[in-house]
Nanobody, 122 residues
Framework: QVQLVESGGGLVQAGGSLRLSCAAS????????VGWFRQTPGKEREVVAAINWNGKSIWYADSVKGRFTISRDNAKNTVYLQMNSLKPEDTAVYHCAADSLHTRLYRDPGLWGQGTQVTVSS
């Protein structure tokens, strides 16, 4: 059974940076597409970034384009989300998710992490 564990969240001032990590255990996810999603109360879950298995296909939501960078290290079974120029509206619980089918990642990924809180103060 594969488990995804996020880390790196916290409290940061607007304009600051955080780096989230999504580490997989139990099995390799090197063949999986992985995405970062965020959720705030009262809002729909939003996918903010996604990366395919070899890192050659990357997608960002318009709201984070130019500020966030997704990357992966398959040797470490880990996917990262570097978040720069953070804004108060980036405050959310951030989850990583993975799926063996890239297209399914955006709709209903098979694997989810428990999430990490990111809070950006103004």
């Amino acid at each position: 059974q594969v488990q995804l564990v996020e880390s790196g969240g916290g409290l940061v001032q607007a304009g600051g940076s955080l780096r989230l990590s999504c580490a997989a255990s139990g099995r390799t996810i090197r063949s999986y597409a992985v995405g970062w999603f965020r959720q705030t109360p009262g809002k729909e879950r939003e996918v903010v970034a996604a990366i395919n298995w070899n890192g050659k296909s990357i997608w960002y939501a318009d709201s984070v384009k130019g500020r966030f960078t997704i990357s992966r290290d398959n040797a470490k079974n880990t996917v990262y989300l570097q978040m720069n120029s953070l804004k108060p509206e980036d405050t959310a619980v951030y989850h990583c998710a993975a799926d063996s089918l890239h297209t399914r990642l955006y709709r209903d990924p098979g694997l989810w992490g428990q999430g990490t809180q990111v809070t950006v103060s103004s």
